[in-house]
């Protein structure tokens, strides 16, 4: 039976036009889940190629696997009849399978080819395989056949016959010798398509007895080989040369046929001599380049993957000197069935229609033929719901029971294809073939599927609904597809939820539950970097993300797409990648991966490394001539940096054997250079080259190069001439090295005369030295000099000459007129007269002035020791400038001329005065016996008076450096007072002290100083809530606070805290300290004790106690005073203190019957008997009338009323009380707190009273009184200075 056999159709189809009423049958795919409890019809899963050519040494096996519901059993035909396979012996079927295995040994293969075919049915339907013609596979041995001897003249062609038997498959054809060694192929010897050997022409080397052609069959593995052929090619009478002609095919047309999707092959070989050459194109049209290669020197041409357009006329083309030949190939483009559109399984419902369609396409057009169950559809019973047409079969409102397998056959001359499709008539409610409970994931605006994917007959139809309620419908942003699955184009965040799908047909309802969560991209914020890095540092790719939350990233690092080498060079971080001790290896692109389960994001940068280049090579000399020679060398790796510059260097052998000299640069795109060189030197040369990271080593170096002498090109360089003595002249100069020499015996000749002198060049050659001396001539006389270069072959170009100078002299003569100017009391002008040039000697540099200070105007003898002072002023100057004189001094000057030799007679001493300044600042002021309202300063001159001094200037206030200076008090003193006590002054206050000294040119410098005055400890301060106490307690000694510019001033040295003194009360605990610090910020520091909290801080700047409230009664803290200054990081920090709060006692007490208070209450009766006796005494001394009247009467400067910023009292005294013992100081008032002073009366209310309505003001000072009247604001004005009544005093206890 015919392999490409052809099945016939019962009767021809006409074109069916698809009706309206047709309705859509269920095509699903074979899947298990699907077809799980369903009947169906049998479907084939495995079959055997249709062309099986078996090995017969092996059992023949041949493949027919199916599927169905129930079971299919299957059955075999051979060559059309059928096989009964439990008959044979040597036939096996495999158990639930239709595969026969043959064994055909001990057998006659033959006996078993044939056409075969496999049928699997059950009680739906039967399907069918392919027909499977088997051929046993053939190797043939050649036929018997006597070769004749070949005999050739040289030059002409030739043609060896190979005629490989015919075997199953066809052999492989290949030419060797006796000693298996392939024949060589080329232009000219070529084998052609069906293996024979071709000559274009024959030359002498092609003779050879064993010509042998090979045959190999492939299934066998077998080669055959047939008879030698002997070839002798005969060089007595030669061919001539010849236009080209073809060997095959012949003549000038030929056609060829090919199958689509096949390779076609066309073949033109020629011969000729010279031996042609061969083209191709195709005419009307161009050659497929993406499937198109040419083989065998050009003589074949191949096209794989053949389609419609490779149809047409193909001209190949040989060609020679002699001329060209062409010849054409039509090439004809046919093809066997091929499948356009196979027909698909369907599954209906009863009373639906379906449509099989089996579309195929081919060349000649293929034929169609329809079978069902196996049975040509003419020739199966007649259905009239089932229509053919064609290439479609209609099936309209099918039955239960009317499943089948149908098949399509189209078959056309070049073979055949056929199918099996079956329609299988079910009625089934709805099924959800989706798992329930899905969980799906993706990304933020990416497409989001939920399948629903369900199975019922009829088809179910698709509904959704979100969260359980919304129903979904076609529309943005939702899509329904076909199948049932939902699609979202571009998922968002507000797209999570819960969704349901419903399957519904006419048999029931089914529904389903998916869940979908969008999550947020993985993307790469930082990317990885390009990196460029020398061999043996350290590279880092950085590659930072973001990624959703929920989602596990890993990070993954690829070089070149591959896995990072298991090496430890290799760190990888969390974000990053580091490459320790980088190597030339390493280089490649570096991808970071970060991974999600859904998605991934990626980045890639590439690593260069970097190296200094390698030497160049075979360095090589040309063009050599007397002074140049050309250098090429071959440059080494750049290492991925390139060259920027080649550096040559020289060896000179003669003169400096072991120096390499730099001698020129070229652009690192050349590999040439062309090199001036010097006479007389053994010249070997070295090339390095440079790039970005560095020069590389030196190259090897060439090989030596000696130039001839020649007579010197240069003369010494440097010339000089210079006298070192009075009468000499030196001659010196740079001498020339012996690379300038430029030959052997180098001299010079040496050449002089005096400038401006009419004689002859005097001249002297001297042997390779520097220096030439001349004797006796002229004081500092001009010359003309000339060096000139000579060796043994000739002196160097005649120089020019230079100038220079015999030998100088001192100066003879000395500045004569000097005269001097004052400017003020620190500077000074002179002037002088110049002296002759002639005087000079030698190279005038300038003129020296010495002076110094002899005395001060105010002294009477000279001061000894004082250092004489010289300033040289440069050139020819005639005047200068003496800066930073003494005031008030007698000052004596002389000058001196100056030139190379040295310095010249002085001129007569000349004297001056300098005028009065500014003094210096006061030597020292201290400040001794602080008392309670006054101190003491004592201070000492200026160390420099600068002048008759005036006197000096004290200025005070209260309050530091830093304070606002207020109303500063300002006192005047002789120049013979050095101290002062000043009185009147508030107790317990800092005060600041500015002293300066004058001259009648104004003051000077100021120091300043800064002290207490002495605490007053009879009076307890009040305590103002939460700011502490608001008067600081005085300490044992005057304070130094430490000094600010322009202050002269030294830093004091030792500790900025003196004693801690603590007390505690029912209130709180108050703490005093000494502080002689400079810093701004001070801090009351404490602890409860044993605690690890941290320190409490109170802010106490300008004070020198404090209360701290709020304590816990029966507990003990720590405490401790720091002072911090924000420009200093140094921290100051008294001892700590123990401080402990005594327990609150209970005050259910009854006070009327305590001792202590009935004494209280007697005390407070004599102390108001007291104040009557002394207020009585007082009135009746100092007039019947109040003091203010007093004061507005007398208008008396000693008597002071109460001023508005110090809330003092004005004072009232008698004529007797004022006496100058106990006047107090001009300006001065009595102390703030109303008290008087003890030299004036010995009864003063501070004795006796116990202040309970006294305050502090904000400087400190006491503002209380002993009236009786309520305290006021200061803003009310000054309050009565009527003296205190015994009425007042009462009232002040009322």
């Given amino acids: 039976m015919d392999r490409k056999r052809k099945w016939e159709l019962g009767y021809g189809a006409v074109l069916l036009i698809f009706l309206s009423y047709t309705t859509s049958a269920l095509e699903v795919p074979l899947d298990p889940k699907v077809l799980e409890g369903l009947p169906q019809p049998p479907t084939i899963t495995l079959q055997s190629s249709k062309d099986y050519i078996f090995d017969p040494r092996e059992n023949i096996v041949i493949h027919c696997e199916a599927k169905g519901k129930p079971h299919p059993s299957f059955s075999w035909t051979r060559n059309g009849t059928h096989f009964e396979v439990e008959k044979d012996s040597k036939v096996l079927m495999k ?135 002997s070839v002798t090619v005969l060089e007595n009478s030669p061919a001539g040369q010849r236009r080209p002609m073809f060997m095959t095919p012949v003549g000038s047309n030929s056609t060829k046929m090919v199958l689509k999707g096949e390779t076609l092959e066309l073949e033109c070989i020629a011969e000729g001599l010279p031996t042609p050459e061969m083209s191709w194109q195709k005419e009307g049209g161009e050659l497929p380049g993406n499937r198109m290669s040419f083989h ?172 359980s309620q919304t129903s979904i419908q076609n529309g943005d942003p939702y899509v329904i597809r076909e199948d049932g699955t939902l699609e979202i184009n571009m998922a968002q965040p507000l797209n999570s939820g819960k969704y349901t799908c419903i399957a519904t047909n006419s048999f029931g309802i089914r529904e389903n539950h998916v869940h979908l969560e969008v999550k947020e991209p993985t993307r790469i914020l930082m990317q990885p970097e390009y990196k460029v890095v020398q061999r043996g540092m350290r590279a880092m790719f950085q590659c930072k993300v973001k990624h959703d939350p929920s989602l596990v990233p890993t990070m993954t690092w690829l070089k070149d797409n591959v896995e990072l080498p298991g090496d430890e060079r290799f760190v990888l971080d969390t974000e990053s990648l580091t490459i320790k001790d980088v190597t030339n290896e390493d280089e490649g692109t570096y991808t970071c991966i970060q991974n999600t389960t859904l998605d991934h994001d990626s980045a890639s940068a590439m690593l260069t490394v970097v190296e200094k280049p390698d030497p160049p090579t075979d360095l090589e000399l040309s063009d050599q001539k007397e002074k140049s020679v050309q250098l090429t060398w071959i440059s080494g790796d750049e290492h991925n940096s390139p060259t920027q510059r080649f550096l040559i260097q020289y ?70 001439g210079l006298g070192t003595e009075p009468g000499n002249l030196v001659i010196s100069w740079t001498p ?20 401006d002198v009419d004689q002859e060049w005097f001249s002297e ?90 005395r001060g105007r105010q002294d009477t003898e000279e001061e000894p020791g004082q250092q004489e002072q010289v300033l040289t002023f440069s050139g020819n100057q005639s005047e200068g400038r003496l800066p930073g004189l003494q005031p008030y001094s007698l000052y004596s000057l002389f000058i001196r001329v100056l030139n190379s030799k040295g310095e010249g007679p002085p001129s007569p001493n000349k004297t001056f005065e300098t005028p009065e300044g500014v003094p210096g600042p006061p030597s020292f002021m201290n400040v001794v016996n602080p008392g309670l309202d006054t101190l003491t300063l004592e201070w000492g001159p200026p160390l420099n008076n600068n002048g008759r001094l005036a006197g000096y200037t004290l200025k005070y206030h209260p309050g530091n450096t830093t304070s606002e200076p207020g109303h500063a008090k300002v006192m005047t003193f002789l120049a013979n007072e050095t101290s002062i006590a000043l009185g009147n002054l508030n107790s317990s206050t800092l005060y600041t002290f500015y002293l300066s000294a004058k001259t009648i040119k104004g003051s000077g410098p100021i120091i300043t100083e800064e002290a207490f005055t002495v605490v007053d400890t009879r009076t307890q301060p009040t305590v103002d809530t939460g700011k502490g106490l608001t008067e600081p307690p005085h300490p044992t000694s005057p304070i130094t606070q430490s000094p600010q510019p322009p202050f002269h001033k030294v830093r004091p040295i030792g500790p900025v805290f ?25 801090f009351v520091e404490y602890i409860v004790e044993n605690s690890k909290d941290a320190w409490k801080k109170e802010l106490v700047n300008g004070s020198h106690s404090y209360m701290i409230q709020g304590l816990k009664p029966g507990t003990s803290y720590r405490v401790r005073v720091v002072a911090r200054d924000p420009a200093d990081s140094t921290v100051h920090s008294t001892e700590e203190v123990l401080v402990t709060v ?153």
């Fill in 95 to 229: 158990p639930g399978s239709g595969t026969l295995v043959i064994d055909i040994s001990g057998e006659k293969a033959e006996a078993y080819e044939g056409t075969y075919q496999c049928t699997a049915r059950n009680e739906h339907g039967t399907a069918v395989s392919n027909n499977i013609v088997i051929r046993q596979s053939r190797s043939p041995l050649w036929s018997k056949e006597r070769n004749e001897a070949v005999m050739v003249l040289v030059g002409v062609s030739l043609v060896l016959k190979c005629r490989p038997p015919a075997g199953l498959p066809p052999p492989v054809i290949f030419w060797m010798d006796n000693n298996f060694q392939r024949l060589s192929l080329d232009e000219r010897v070529s084998q052609a398509l069906n293996g024979d050997l071709y000559f274009s022409n024959v030359l002498s080397e092609d003779t050879s007895s064993n010509y042998i052609c090979y045959a190999r069959f492939p299934h066998t593995q077998t080669i055959q080989q047939k008879q030698p052929i």
């Fill in 296 to 467: 065998s020197y050009n003589k074949t041409l191949k096209i794989v993957d053949v389609n419609d357009a490779d149809g047409g006329d193909y001209r190949c083309t040989a060609a020679n000197s002699l001329g060209s030949v062409h010849h054409t190939i039509k090439v004809t483009v046919k093809a066997s069935p091929f499948w356009v559109s196979a027909p698909r399984n369907l599954i209906l419902a009863p009373n639906e229609t379906g449509i099989l369609t089996c579309r195929v396409g081919g060349e000649p057009k293929p034929h169609i033929g329809w079978f069902i169950n196996g049975v040509a559809i003419g020739h199966a019973p007649q259905d009239s719901r089932r229509k053919v047409e064609d290439d479609t079969v209609i099936l309209s409102s099918v039955q239960s029971g009317s499943s089948a397998v149908y098949q399509c056959n189209a078959s056309n001359e070049f073979g055949y294809l056929m199918a099996n499709a079956f329609v299988n008539v079910l009625a089934e409610p709805p099924r959800v073939l989706t798992p329930p409970n899905r969980v799906y994931k993706v990304i933020t605006n990416n497409l989001a599927l939920l399948h629903c994917a369900s199975f019922g007959s009829p088809i179910p139809t698709i509904t959704w609904f979100k969260d």
């Fill in 651 to 720: 060896e000179d052998l003669l003169h400096q054997p072991g120096v390499w000299i730099n001698l020129t640069e070229v652009p690192g795109t050349s590999t040439t250079a062309q090199l001036n060189l010097s006479p007389y030197v053994y010249y070997a040369f070295r090339v390095s080259a440079q790039n970005r990271v560095g020069y590389s080593d030196p190259s090897q170096s060439s090989g030596q190069y000696r130039t001839t002498p020649a007579a010197p090109d240069v003369n010494p360089s440097d010339v000089q």
């Fill in 736 to 755: 020339l090295t012996g690379f300038q020499s430029n030959g052997p015996g180098l001299r010079y000749r040496v050449e002089w005369r005096q400038k």
């Fill in 765 to 854: 050659t001297v042997a390779n030295v520097s220096q030439f001396v001349i004797s006796g001539t002229p004081i500092f006389a001009p010359y003309e000099i000339k060096v000139q270069a000579q060796n043994d072959y000739g002196s160097a170009p005649d120089p020019e000459p230079t100038s220079g100078y015999s030998g100088e002299d001192l100066p003879l003569s000395a500045p004569d007129n000097v005269q001097v100017i004052i400017h003020n009391s620190t500077l000074a002008e002179v002037h002088w007269g110049p002296v002759p040039s002639s005087s000079v000697r030698g190279k005038l540099q300038g003129y020296k002035v010495y002076y110094r200070q002899e």
């Fill in 1058 to 1082: 003196g004693t801690v003194n603590t007390s505690v009360s029912e209130d709180g605990a108050v703490i005093s300290w000494e502080y002689f610090g400079h810093h701004k910020s001070v």
């Fill in 1142 to 1294: 005594p327990a609150v006692a209970s005050r259910q007490v009854d006070i009327a019957t305590q001792g202590w208070f009935i004494g209280l209450m007697c005390a407070i009766a004599l102390l108001i008997l007291v104040l009557l006796i002394v207020c009585f005494i007082k009135r009746n001394k100092g007039g019947k009338y109040p003091v203010k009247e007093k004061e507005d009467a007398h208008q008396d400067p000693e008597i002071q009323p109460m001023k508005e910023d110090d809330g003092t009292f004005g004072e009232y005294r008698s004529i007797e009380s004022d006496t100058e013992d106990h006047k107090p100081l001009k300006g001065s008032r009595t102390p703030s707190n109303g008290t008087v002073r003890r030299d004036e009366s010995d009864d003063s209310l501070v004795d006796y009273g116990e202040g309970g309505d006294g305050q502090f003001n904000e400087d400190g000072s006491f503002i209380g009184q002993y009236s009786g009247k309520k305290e006021r604001d200061t803003h009310e004005g000054n309050e009565s200075s009527e003296a205190p009544s015994p009425v007042n005093a009462m009232n002040s206890f009322v």
